[in-house]
């Protein structure tokens, strides 16, 4: 049996690599999702091998306690057996070659001579045991032994563990079931005591014994193979059985996880498109549509809260003539920069920079006009500092920057499009003026 737990524990084994090995693709994209079903999986491992351990070891006591049951039916039988000869004060038998006269009967009647001649010998209980023992042996495989710590008939002299059992009862125990393994085949040996009765008397007065003693014991050996092959055959079925089991419940799991892996890649796949829809491709900011997303979100919260809120138009100087001169590929590149310069100024989470269109871009700060200012002189100065060529500018021999600033503090009198009207406004005094430079308006004035 030890052979099949070992070959389940490697079958269990198995499946769940198996299932490991399916679940890698999608661990490093749901991990969140790969924790609990590998917990789960274990778990179910865990508990349908706890299941399986639990039944096998109920099968080994339930064959132990069918063993003990035919023990006891057999003893019962001979026990009443025994008092049946003994009322009688035995019986009679013919004698002959297997039925002789036992030296160990010491009565005055033990032999007599019928009427018509015939030979007969009395057979007490014992001697009735043992010619039934003979006779079960034969046909069944059954075989009964009775004895003593102090027997009359040699023969009946206990082997060891019958002397054990014996001492055994005389300290209570009421009787014992053990499986006893052998490559010839293996046996159940039943014992239980046997108690002196009134009828008894006559023969085991003279040893000493009183109505009610422990004279001594019968041992019965039951054949074990029909029970041990009953009791293999029930647990290969209970391992087959959790098998299937461990495999349907992994499986389950496996689908459910799989179901729901689809599902969350789904979901992360709609949310990345979802994000891109505002993204700007190139630069990897915000577009316009995004823009004007966060824009009216930080707008509403500016409101609420009763913060200022500020806007920065940013144009770069001179761009088309930068493209006609040195490509447009050159011209992605220099969009790129102008972009990182402009996001690495922004740490703020309502700090929000987006490209407004071709070679303008946008920058949300959640700050009064002083502040938005100080950003923007830092970005005049960041993107001087990059130095990126541009020969046909008129302004300077690198790419350049305009800015135009506004602000307010958002309530039922202003709107977003006047934010966004005043900056671009002041932007383009910003470029009117000679550009590389900022210019902001706040509350209807021109600082």
Same mark, same amino acid.
């Given at each position: 049996?030890?052979?099949?737990?070992?070959?389940?524990?490697?079958?269990?084994?198995?499946?769940?690599?198996?299932?490991?090995?399916?679940?890698?693709?999608?661990?490093?994209?749901?991990?969140?999702?790969?924790?609990?079903?590998?917990?789960?999986?274990?778990?179910?491992?865990?508990?349908?091998?706890?299941?399986?351990?639990?039944?096998?070891?109920?099968?080994?006591?339930?064959?132990?306690?069918?063993?003990?049951?035919?023990?006891?039916?057999?003893?019962?039988?001979?026990?009443?057996?025994?008092?049946?000869?003994?009322?009688?004060?035995?019986?009679?038998?013919?004698?002959?070659?297997?039925?002789?006269?036992?030296?160990?009967?010491?009565?005055?009647?033990?032999?007599?001579?019928?009427?018509?001649?015939?030979?007969?010998?009395? =057979? $007490?209980?014992?001697?009735?045991?043992?010619?039934? &023992?003979?006779?079960?042996?034969?046909? +069944?495989?059954?075989? %009964? /032994? *009775?004895?003593?710590?102090?027997?009359?008939?040699?023969?009946?002299?206990?082997?060891?563990?019958?002397?054990?059992?014996?001492?055994?009862?005389?300290?209570?125990?009421?009787?014992?079931?053990?499986?006893?393994?052998?490559?010839?085949?293996?046996?159940?040996?039943?014992?239980?005591?046997?108690?002196?009765?009134?009828?008894?008397?006559?023969?085991?007065?003279?040893?000493?014994?009183?109505?009610?003693?422990?004279?001594?014991?019968?041992? =019965? $050996?039951?054949?074990?193979?029909?029970?041990?092959? &009953?009791?293999?055959?029930?647990?290969? +079925?209970?391992?087959? %059985? /959790? *098998?299937?089991?461990?495999?349907?419940?992994?499986?389950?799991?496996?689908?459910?996880?799989?179901?729901?892996?689809?599902?969350?890649?789904?979901?992360?796949?709609?949310?990345?498109?979802?994000?891109?829809?505002?993204?700007?491709?190139?630069?990897?900011?915000?577009?316009?549509?995004?823009?004007?997303?966060?824009?009216?979100?930080?707008?509403?919260?500016?409101?609420?809260?009763?913060?200022?809120?500020?806007?920065?138009?940013?144009?770069?100087?001179?761009?088309?003539?930068?493209?006609?001169?040195?490509?447009?590929?050159?011209?992605?590149?220099?969009?790129?920069?102008?972009?990182?310069?402009?996001?690495?100024?922004?740490?703020?989470?309502?700090?929000?920079?987006?490209?407004?269109?071709?070679?303008?871009?946008?920058?949300?700060?959640?700050?009064?006009?002083?502040?938005?200012?100080?950003?923007?002189?830092?970005?005049?100065?960041?993107?001087?500092?990059?130095?990126?060529?541009?020969?046909?500018?008129?302004?300077?021999?690198?790419?350049?920057?305009?800015?135009?600033?506004?602000?307010?503090?958002?309530?039922?009198?202003?709107?977003?499009?006047?934010?966004?009207?005043?900056?671009?406004?002041?932007?383009?005094?910003?470029?009117?003026?000679?550009?590389?430079?900022?210019?902001?308006?706040?509350?209807?004035?021109?600082?």
């Amino acid at each position: 049996m030890g052979v099949c737990i070992i070959i389940y524990a490697l079958l269990s084994l198995s499946v769940l690599l198996y299932l490991v090995k399916k679940l890698l693709p999608f661990i490093n994209k749901t991990a969140f999702l790969s924790l609990p079903i590998i917990l789960g999986g274990s778990l179910w491992s865990i508990v349908i091998f706890g299941s399986l351990f639990i039944n096998l070891s109920i099968i080994d006591q339930n064959v132990l306690v069918l063993a003990n049951e035919r023990g006891q039916s057999f003893f019962r039988l001979i026990d009443i057996t025994r008092l049946w000869n003994a009322n009688h004060g035995g019986l009679y038998a013919p004698i002959s070659l297997k039925n002789q006269p036992t030296p160990y009967l010491e009565v005055p009647d033990r032999d007599v001579i019928t009427n018509n001649g015939a030979q007969l010998t009395k =057979i $007490n209980p014992a001697y009735m045991t043992r010619q039934i &023992s003979e006779l079960a042996m034969q046909h +069944n495989g059954v075989q %009964f /032994h *009775i004895t003593s710590l102090k027997p009359i008939r040699p023969e009946n002299k206990p082997d060891d563990w019958e002397r054990q059992n014996l001492i055994a009862f005389e300290q209570g125990t009421e009787e014992r079931i053990e499986l006893i393994k052998d490559p010839n085949g293996s046996i159940y040996r039943y014992m239980a005591p046997l108690f002196v009765k009134q009828a008894c008397m006559k023969c085991h007065s003279k040893q000493g014994y009183k109505v009610g003693d422990i004279r001594g014991g019968i041992s =019965i $050996n039951i054949p074990a193979t029909s029970l041990l092959a &009953s009791k293999t055959l029930q647990k290969k +079925n209970f391992i087959f %059985f /959790h *098998i299937l089991l461990l495999i349907a419940g992994l499986s389950a799991m496996l689908i459910v996880y799989k179901l729901l892996a689809k599902k969350e890649h789904a979901l992360q796949l709609s949310n990345v498109k979802a994000q891109l829809a505002y993204i700007d491709v190139l630069t990897n900011v915000y577009n316009r549509r995004g823009f004007n997303k966060r824009l009216l979100e930080e707008w509403h919260r500016a409101q609420r809260d009763l913060h200022p809120i500020s806007l920065l138009m940013i144009d770069i100087d001179f761009f088309k003539l930068y493209n006609d001169t040195y490509g447009h590929q050159q011209g992605d590149k220099a969009l790129k920069k102008v972009a990182k310069i402009i996001s690495s100024s922004f740490h703020r989470p309502g700090d929000i920079v987006a490209r407004y269109g071709g070679e303008e871009f946008c920058a949300i700060l959640t700050t009064n006009l002083e502040g938005a200012k100080i950003i923007a002189k830092q970005l005049l100065r960041q993107v001087r500092d990059e130095h990126i060529i541009h020969e046909k500018s008129p302004i300077a021999d690198h790419l350049t920057i305009s800015i135009g600033v506004s602000c307010m503090l958002p309530d039922n009198n202003n709107s977003i499009k006047e934010l966004i009207q005043h900056a671009d406004k002041a932007l383009y005094l910003a470029k009117g003026s000679g550009r590389n430079q900022l210019v902001s308006w706040s509350d209807d004035r021109l600082n």
